[in-house]
């Protein structure tokens, strides 16, 4: 190796096939602000476009060079580039994740004051934005530019190579290697690196961008319930605990090990009760030979979740541990203790220069009961070790105190800091203490008010924590404006001074650059001048468009002593393009630090405003032209809703309307939760999506209330990051409401009288599909049927001729008692329980090719399952069966040995009723495509490892749909129906794949399929009906076959080919002719012995025997 190049960043590069998001990556290293970089691309042995990617780069940028080598993994590719690497600095990135466009600058700046290496902050990036994830969601949680291990033990979790910058010489000093052939190769390198440098620069802001891939291609770290995953995870933590052992840190060794337990192992529950066989004995060899290295009181040490698996596994007591993980998953919400007692804020206001806080106080677990009578509140400021008592007026179940700003005070100066606010109560002889929260529905603003030049007390809310703020400046901005290229800053400062300086900080001890002010003649008015060139980009890729690249400093105060510039009272907050960005400035909520900020151009937000009818309008101005989407999307859920957004004359207007937005069955209300708001605008190489920018102005009058509508609230409230977020929020029965609706409508005797009307509580309340459907269009065809009722949760269609019960609502209390006859294709509530001239039918559904009942084995529910089972067949009248062959099963499924009706599934009489052409029209209308379109649908079933692990029912976790869909052939679409307990849409992971979940008539969709791609779903026998075979995509055969089990022989039986790839999906759909001629014999003697109806008549004769049964 040549001689270091001082101030050079090397930073390594492995690439194996990661053609969709190479440009990415490369782009965000192009990008950097910290340009004496040396990037060096290693190639192993790519099968794909990835090396012509490169081999651009390497043309277009002299700092990137190319090094090729035959396939042999990632450790190899990474020790492969360290002999090229020259710089005095060392760092690695994935090749599908991206940087921060300042990372390397920050890192650097990190390392300044002698640490051996930085690390930093790290997201989760994903196709719906960023999120904070394990494990640097607990590591890395502040910056310290001198940490270590050995005081900061959450530092064993910063395991990951890629967020961090070395020093060569201390990586080279250690020796230190990734292990070849291995997965999780950076804990043997970087476990121990913690232990062995001097110290560690830890910077807590974002520098990382760690991709977590949505399709059926999984990363390594994604691949949990692989066998090579499993004994390559231990491998690498006995890697990392020799390498401590080595180093004489036997105490760290065993922290890791127990940590490891925690943060890692235990992870992999999640996938043992379905897991091989082989996968599960592995897994209890490995786990108790790895117990036999740890302090045997650890196990006694571990969290009370996880502590009783280890003991059983450590006993070698398998079975039990399935249970008992299983058992966790049908636990409900843990009851509040009696104990527990909550203050909560419902009142914060100034009076008479006293902050005057008013509230509740009880236990959630009895909220009308009474604490005792002595109520005592106090302020700590653990800072200072002091407590101060606080006045408060005692009111029944709740609290009013008055608290004197000036009791803050230490001694006769004001002290900067935080105050907690703490109440303690007598219940019974105990003394019960607690924190006085702030509820999350809080709408209120916080005001400060000033006590003392530069100085302000505020309250404000530390997550749900009420506090109370002490703000003491030595200067403060009363303004900024741009003149030329400058930012001008315009302040005072609180005692007269000759000279001061103003610093931008990347953070907290990282310098970017400092610029003098000019001191006024009265001594106390400054300006400083900041060049714009210093804090905008001028880059234009996709990265910068997604809001990547964002850059922020803290504002810095230099006056003898250091502190944050705070804003005045009258300061405002200013925007201005320069670059490709738009700069502007923000301030901080809890104690008024100025920061400079930069986002891409594009729409901003400068009004808001609910209109009487409900709908809720959005305006805005734009510094560039912009055509796209307003994207609105539901947290915690892939749920997307678009609306066109068009830039005109610099301005621009969207209404949502949460009452009714379009879908595929029609204008349906917004699901309630909390909906994100972005941009999605046409990027350089892919669609762009990035957190739509708010004005200053318009989040300081936020949160604005709507009208409530139908019992919705919907509320616009601020968000971190300078972002604001929807509210839609639905009222829910509680348990003492629930209570009284028992006793009213489901009394021990006395029960109401009943009506002649239809219930009919589908799936209950999602969805407005399938058999229920086909029965409402029967009964609304008869001039002398009963009226019908609907059991709808909102965001559900509302079919015409039937009257909305909301779920849960007192109405659909009502309803469940009062109607003659509840038709259900669900569980039943399981206080349920019908008087006796009440008729309930259950609906079976199609063919049970999959088990779902007392017949399914491993199921995750257990009991709980059978329990369910048991109490909703003593309240059936009847079950509707498919055929006649599935009435055996069925009964062994349900455990019902009452009437079941053979008159065939309801909602395949449409097959028979209508022409596949004519269905095939209809649907391409709907979807907007060209007469001539072949569509391939999709339509996988729930798994019931689902209720372990989310996502295992995702149809883009589980078939390659940009791989299937790319390989179509010309004029074809591919079309994804997700089973109806799967929440997540695909819409937005794949370009070109439509979600067509909401279509309301599954059977129109299978008639106008021109092929249908299934697996253990009821709709593989609805479909063989049509006399067309399907496409069998079943990759987890085995692992579905051992849990729940199936009802049908696929092997023998399928009705199509068995495919276990997606490319041999992909394959098959060239030429689906002739998989149709191949295959056809076996669809129609599928349909013979499973079929679910199709001959047509199967509304009507149950509505028939609903009729006869109820007079």
């Known amino acids: 190796m040549s001689e270091l190049v001082p101030g050079l960043v090397s930073v390594i590069v492995p690439i194996y096939n990661v053609e969709p998001f190479l440009r990415d990556c490369l782009d965000s290293l192009r990008a950097q602000t910290y340009t004496d970089l040396q990037v060096i691309l290693v190639d192993d042995g790519s099968t794909d476009g990835s090396p012509a990617i490169a081999e651009e780069y390497v043309a277009a940028d002299r700092r990137f060079q190319l090094i090729r080598q035959a396939n042999a993994g990632l450790s190899a590719a990474r020790n492969a580039g360290l002999p090229a690497a020259n710089g005095e600095f060392l760092a690695f990135v994935d090749s599908d994740d991206l940087l921060a466009a300042h990372a390397y600058e920050l890192l650097v700046g ?450 003898g002593e250091t502190v944050r510039l705070m804003a005045g009272d009258e300061y405002r907050a200013m925007r201005t393009p320069y670059g490709s960005d738009e700069v502007f400035t923000t301030v901080a909520e809890s104690n008024r630090a100025v920061s400079i900020a930069t986002r891409p151009q594009g729409p901003v937000v400068t009004d808001i405003r609910w209109q009487p009818d409900g709908v809720l309008m959005f305006s805005g101005d734009s510094p560039v032209p912009a055509e796209g989407q307003l994207l609105l999307r539901l947290r915690g859920r892939r749920k997307d809703l678009g609306l066109p957004l068009k830039v005109v004359d610099g301005r621009w207007e969207v209404a949502v309307d949460p009452a009714g937005v379009p879908t595929l069955a029609g204008r349906l209300p917004l699901v309630a939760g909390t909906w994100d708001l972005t941009f999605r605008a046409p990027g350089n190489r892919h669609e762009t999506t990035t957190p739509l920018a708010f004005d200053a102005a318009v989040l300081a009058a936020l949160p604005l209330e709507g009208p409530e509508n139908d019992g919705v609230r919907g509320r616009m409230r601020g968000g971190p990051n300078d972002r604001a977020v929807l509210d839609l929020i639905v009222p829910e029965t509680g348990p003492e409401e629930h209570s009284r609706l028992l006793k009213r409508y489901f009394p021990a005797s006395g029960r109401p009288d009943l009506r002649d009307v239809v219930l009919l509580d589908a799936a209950p309340g999602r969805r407005f599909f399938d058999d229920p459907a086909a029965l409402l269009a029967e009964l609304r065809s008869r001039p002398d049927a009963p009226p019908v009722l609907w059991t709808v949760d909102r965001g559900q269609p509302l079919p015409d001729g039937v009257e909305a019960v909301s779920l849960g609502s007192e109405a659909w209390y009502a309803a469940l008692a009062t109607s003659r006859w509840v038709v259900t294709n669900d569980n039943l509530p399981l206080w349920f329980r019908p008087s006796p001239e009440q008729v309930v039918l259950r609906l079976a559904g199609g063919w049970p090719v999959a088990r779902s009942g007392a ?188 849990s729940p089990g199936l009802n049908v022989d696929l092997e023998r039986e399928a009705p199509g080919p068995l495919l276990r790839e997606s490319s041999e999906v992909a394959a098959a759909l060239q030429d689906i002719p002739a998989i149709v001629a191949e295959y056809r014999h076996r669809a129609e003697a599928f349909a013979a012995t499973h079929g679910a109806g199709g001959e047509g008549g199967a509304a009507a004769k149950l509505v028939d025997w609903m009729m006869a049964a109820g007079r």
């Open 110 to 559: 990190a390392l300044e004051d002698g640490a051996d290496f930085a690390t930093g902050g790290v997201v989760r990036l994903t196709s719906r934005g960023t999120h904070r994830g394990a494990p640097h969601k607990t590591a890395i949680t502040r910056t310290k530019l001198d940490a270590h291990v050995s005081t900061r033990r959450s530092l064993l979790a910063d395991r990951t190579i890629w967020n961090k910058l070395f020093r060569r010489s201390f990586y080279d000093r250690h020796g230190f290697e990734f292990p070849v052939g291995r997965l999780y190769e950076d804990a043997p390198v970087t476990v121990p690196a913690h232990a062995l440098a001097n110290k560690v620069a830890v910077v807590a802001g974002t520098i990382y961008f760690w991709r977590l891939r949505e399709g059926a291609v999984r990363s390594i770290t994604q691949s949990g319930g692989d066998l090579r995953n499993l004994v390559d995870r231990f491998h690498s933590i006995d890697l990392a605990a020799e390498a401590l052992d080595r180093a004489g840190k036997k105490e760290l060794r065993q922290a890791f090990l127990r940590l490891s337990i925690q943060d890692q192992l235990s992870n992999y529950f999640k996938f043992l009760p379905s897991a091989t066989p082989e996968f599960q004995s592995t897994f209890m060899e490995l786990s108790r030979a790895y117990l036999k290295q740890v302090d045997p009181a650890v196990i006694g040490e571990l969290p009370a979740e996880i502590r009783p698996h280890w003991k059983l596994i450590n006993q070698g007591r398998f079975d039990d541990l399935i249970e008992l993980i299983d058992h966790g998953y049908r636990l409900n919400a843990k009851p509040v203790k009696a104990s527990h007692v909550e203050a909560v804020v419902r009142s914060i206001t100034w009076e008479s220069g006293k902050l005057v806080l008013a509230g509740s106080l009880g236990s959630p677990a009895a909220p009308t009961s009474r604490t005792g009578r002595l109520k005592v509140f106090w302020a700590s400021n653990p800072a200072e070790g002091r407590r101060i008592p606080i006045w408060s007026r005692s009111q029944p179940g709740g609290f009013v105190l008055r608290l004197k700003p000036e009791s803050l005070r230490s001694g006769s100066s004001w002290q900067p800091g935080q105050w907690t606010i703490a109440a303690a109560v007598t219940q019974g002889l105990q003394l019960r203490k607690t924190v006085v929260r702030v509820p999350p529905e809080w709408t209120e603003p916080m005001p400060r008010i000033p006590v003392a030049p530069g100085v302000w007390v505020m309250p404000f809310a530390a997550k749900s924590d009420l506090r109370v703020s002490v703000i003491k400046a030595d200067g403060w901005l009363t303004g900024t404006h741009r003149d030329g290229d400058d930012l001008v800053l315009v302040g005072r400062l609180r005692e007269r001074r000759d000279s001061a300086q103003v610093r931008l900080c990347r953070a907290a001890g990282i310098v970017a650059h400092t610029v003098a002010a000019e001191i006024g003649a009265d001594g106390h008015e400054f300006t400083a001048r900041v060049p714009l060139d210093w804090i905008a980009l001028n880059v234009r890729d996709d990265n910068h468009a997604e809001g990547h690249y964002g850059q922020r400093f803290l504002l810095e105060l230099v006056t």
């Open 855 to 1042: 017949l399914a084995s491993a199921h995750p529910l257990g009991q709980t399952l059978i329990d369910q089972l048991r109490s909703d067949a003593a309240s059936w009248t009847a079950v509707a069966s498919p055929s006649l062959t599935a009435t055996p099963v069925l009964r062994e499924e349900f455990g019902f040995d009452g009437t079941v009706l053979e008159y065939g599934r309801p909602a395949n009489d449409l097959l028979s009723s209508i022409d596949r052409d004519a269905a095939k029209a209809h649907v391409l209308q709907l979807l907007g495509l060209p007469e001539k379109t072949s569509l391939v649908l999709y339509a996988p079933t729930r798994r019931p490892s689902d209720l372990r692990r989310r996502g295992a029912s995702d149809p883009g976790r589980l078939l390659d749909l940009l791989g299937v869909a790319t390989a179509l052939p010309p004029d074809h679409r591919l079309l994804v129906r997700r089973h109806p307990g799967v929440p997540d849409d695909v819409m937005g992971q794949v370009d070109g794949v439509l979600d067509v979940t909401a279509y309301p008539q599954v059977s129109e969709l299978l008639l106008a399929t021109d092929m249908l791609v299934t697996d253990y779903s009821a709709l593989l026998a609805d479909y063989a009906s049509t006399g067309r075979p399907a496409l069998l995509y079943v990759p987890d055969l085995e692992e579905f076959e051992g």
